[in-house]
């Protein structure tokens, strides 16, 4: 059972990977990179997410190594604090309260115990630079109030603040300024580049920064594509600088190579530019990295690089520019056309991603699966020209069909339009283009629809259009003579007096069809295609249309642009119910009857759930999100949830999933178990977030039901084995950091020693074989021998006590061994 009061809504995944620099680990084993309120942990090699680290309640801004162990991780967010992690385990080591919020955070080698971030105090719109210090304390979360101004007047991004020549001082951009500050004069030099608005100095804007590691050199990127490389800026009046120019657009991102012997740069081109040595005619490129390079980040040890990208990817490269692994997230696209609809067969979401393509995003990994190329042809990046746009996307029978529309529209005259059919391949495991249809419609394609009914025979897709008309399409097998190749074509055109078709849905049965016209809602037949009703309202046109499902299968519903939902039933042929409610977005729950409506306000967004056939809702959350929802799925739960209460129940089969209009992926869910340990607990009881391994069942962590079974058969057995968890050694180890733990050669011996059994557990049953082993191997007419085993039988007993009633004479042992050296191998035979 689920604690009501649990129930939130929450970022589900989907966040930017590409929102700041992304960050190595000292060996270049991990790459970390911030995730919405999350920071995550990727392996380089895998491609895999190791950890998630939780804690922040707002977005996290920043992300840098400690300077002093690399193998802790500093983050700092907009609530305010800057969080110490230990990256290896996951854990949370401590908290550093500051109480402004961080919009970016620098270390610094030099600086021990300060780090260095972007806070603004006075006015929204101006930041500062300022340094942190940060207190030691014992405990688990310290006030870190000591703030020392640096630099002011600067711009909120991280990528116009760099610190250069192992830390002697910091560059800040800004406009057409640069400013820098030397640690050790507490001076500030400032350079001003023209800023008329004539063709020669026109895009002279700064964009980026980057400092040499070790000498005194600034690389700065400008919105005209150049990049200038400064010297001599100790002095406002000897100082001079250098032009590099490749990029034909805004300079992205610099950064330089560990030594410093190389300057990388980005921008819109997506390829990555090396200039060696600093010079315009030594440079390398790689190319066709498929979108806007936003990020460039070097690794610690200087063997490999990474790209940021305007898609949500990042890119790891070779030293040799060789790219090595690619981390896709939940691309962004300009707008979201097609919705957000289910595969069938993955359980993937599935939206709108790269221009032309669909993107299959995994919800329970956060991790892009697989694009599919619709359109199939080179996008060229151009702000002026009209793309093709992929407006429309449907799956039918289960995940076998895929249907898809795409237009390009210049003039109004001038419309391309285009649909798709993609047929699943089992072999390749993808979508194959089985029919391609030109102009379907002589006008916009505003809904299409596939009969996804079970008893189904004929796969069955429906199209609406503003010129009128719908069309079903049907899979025909006469494609050619062999009556091998099927296809799609036209089975029906239906129009009413002329009106636009806006939607178009099946019931759940596929025994009929509503299409809305406007302001009017007509029902057909699905087998002879006649009209069987209409229902109209004059409520305004129709926005949303949904059939009930289950047990409320009977009714209709459709949501009107005046803000009213109708409900009608369709025995009666009458309107059921009605509402005043704005909605924006409607959604079945193909596991259950609910229905969750999201309506807009002035204040934000509201939910409700709600049954067709009861006009009270179950479910209302106000103010889900203070921003327009675009869209809404419910997607199927491989395990279903345990609410009782009649009010959160909806959620037991199914997810409900949500879009903003700044494309924020939302769900409501509960507080994960980790959120609800507290700091100390998470540090202390590291052992309860151990996967279920072998070495995880030694600590003896079983479930309830495990432990009784297992106390049951202890009770009937000599042999009781010594609890681990007890053992100092055991805890000592599993507590205890990597990284400030002895050698192992050290803890080898203490550990296997905790772990062996003591002479006082052993039963009655394993000392006899004892002592038949040594007899057998030594001459039983011995007289030595005889003595030798009577004293250990003798030892042994004493510590048995009453375990061992009768004790043996000499004889009777000899009599025994002559037993054993008798041939028994004769019954085997019969």
């Not at 101004?149 to 300024?177: M, T, W």
């Not at 306000?601 to 056939?613: E, H, I, R, Y």
Request: with cysteine; hydrophobic share 35%.
């Amino acid at each position: 059972m689920v604690d009501e009061e649990t129930i939130r809504v929450v970022r589900c995944g989907g966040s930017e990977l590409n929102f700041r620099r992304a960050v190595f680990s000292a060996d270049s084993k991990y790459i970390f990179c911030v995730s919405g309120d999350f920071v995550k942990v990727y392996s380089t090699v895998t491609e895999e997410c190791v950890h998630i680290l939780h804690g922040h309640r707002n977005l996290v801004t920043g992300i840098q190594l400690n300077p002093n162990n690399h193998l802790q991780l500093y983050s700092c967010s907009l609530d305010g604090t800057i969080k110490l992690w230990d990256y290896i385990d996951g854990i949370l080591i401590k908290t550093f309260i500051v109480g402004c919020k961080l919009h970016a955070l620098f270390t610094v080698a030099q600086a021990e115990d300060s780090v260095f971030a972007i806070v603004n105090k006075e006015k929204p719109d101006i930041f500062q630079l300022v340094s942190v210090k940060l207190p030691k304390s014992s405990s688990q979360e310290v006030e870190a109030k000591e703030l020392s101004f640096v630099l002011d007047y600067i711009n909120q991004s991280p990528k116009c603040i760099a610190f250069g020549n192992e830390g002697v001082y910091v560059a800040a951009v800004r406009e057409f300024y640069l400013s820098v500050y030397f640690f050790k004069k507490k001076t500030t030099s400032r350079f001003t580049l023209s800023s008329s608005r004539n063709k020669k100095h026109a895009k002279n804007n700064f964009t980026c920064v980057a400092c040499h590691p070790t000498e005194d050199c600034i690389a700065s990127g400008h919105m005209d594509g150049k990049i200038r490389l400064w010297r001599n800026f100790y002095d406002d009046k000897k100082y001079t600088y250098t032009c590099l120019h490749w990029h034909h657009d805004m300079v992205m991102d610099l950064a330089f190579s560990v030594t410093g012997t190389s300057l990388l740069s980005g921008g819109c081109e997506s390829v990555l530019v090396e200039w060696r040595d600093a010079t315009e005619k030594n440079k390398e490129f790689l190319p066709r990295l498929g979108a806007t390079i936003e990020h460039i980040s070097v690794s610690p040890a200087g063997d490999l690089f990474c790209t940021s990208h305007s898609d949500n990817k990042i890119i790891i490269i070779h030293r040799n520019l060789e790219a090595s692994a690619v981390i896709q997230g939940l691309v962004k696209d300009r707008s979201i056309f097609t919705g957000l609809m289910i595969d069938p067969r993955t359980k993937a979401l599935v939206l709108n991603g790269k221009p032309g393509h669909l993107q299959f995003y995994s919800l329970q990994s956060d991790k892009q699966l697989y694009n599919l190329d619709i359109i199939q042809q080179e996008y060229i990046n151009d702000y002026g020209l009209i793309q093709i746009e992929l407006t429309k996307a449907a799956f039918g029978c289960f995940g076998n069909w895929l249907a898809t529309v795409e237009q390009r529209q210049e003039k109004e005259t001038e419309l391309e339009l285009q649909m798709k059919l993609w047929m699943y391949n089992k072999k390749t495991q993808g979508f194959i283009l089985n029919t391609k249809i030109n102009m379907p419609h002589e006008d916009c394609i505003t809904a299409l629809c596939f009969c996804n009914a079970e008893k189904s025979e004929q796969p069955t897709l429906v199209t609406a259009s503003k010129d009128g008309y719908f069309k079903v399409w049907i899979l025909t097998d006469d494609s050619d003579i062999y009556k091998k190749a099927v296809g799609w074509t036209c089975d029906f055109v239906g129009s009413y007096h002329k009106y636009q078709a806006t939607n178009c849905c099946f019931s759940e049965d596929g025994s009929l069809l509503a299409v809305s016209f406007e302001e009017i809602v007509t029902i057909w037949d699905s087998v002879t295609w006649e009209l069987k009703c209409t229902f109209c309202q004059r409520a305004g046109k129709i926005r949303h249309l949904c059939f009930g499902r289950l047990t409320c299968s009977k009714y209709l519903l459709g949501a009107t642009e005046n803000g009213i939902l109708c409900c009608w039933n369709l025995l009666s042929c009458a309107l059921e119910w009605n509402a005043k409610l704005n909605v924006r977005v409607m959604e079945p729950d193909p596991n259950s009857e609910n229905i969750a409506a999201i309506s807009q306000s002035s204040v934000g967004s509201d939910l409700f759930v709600f049954k067709p056939s009861e006009p009270r809702p179950l479910y209302i959350q106000k103010g889900i999100s203070r921003e327009e929802v675009q869209w809404g799925v419910f997607v199927p739960r491989d395990v279903p949830e345990s609410f009782t209460s009649e009010a959160y129940q909806w959620l037991n089969r199914s997810q409900f999933y949500f879009l903003t209009k700044s494309q924020s992926l939302l769900t409501f869910s509960t507080k994960s178990p980790e959120e609800k340990l507290t700091p100390t607990s998470k540090q202390l009881l590291a052992e309860e977030s151990l996967p279920t391994t072998p070495f995880y069942f030694i600590l003896g962590k079983h479930r309830q039901h495990q432990d009784e079974k297992l106390n049951e058969t202890l009770e009937n057995e000599l042999v009781q084995l010594p609890l681990t968890e007890n053992i100092p050694a055991v805890s000592e180890l599993l507590h205890t950091p990597a990284h400030v733990l002895p050698s192992a050669a050290f803890l080898c011996s203490m550990f296997v020693n905790s772990l062996l059994l003591s002479k006082e557990t052993k039963s009655a049953k394993e000392i006899p074989e004892d002592v038949d082993m040594e007899e057998e191997k030594e001459s039983e007419d011995s007289d030595e021998e005889n003595d030798f085993i009577e004293k250990v039988q003798d030892t042994n007993n004493t510590g048995l006590g009453e375990d061992i009633i009768h004790q043996l004479s000499k004889s009777e042992e000899k009599e025994l061994r002559k037993f054993r050296k008798i041939d028994y191998s004769w019954i085997a035979a019969l």
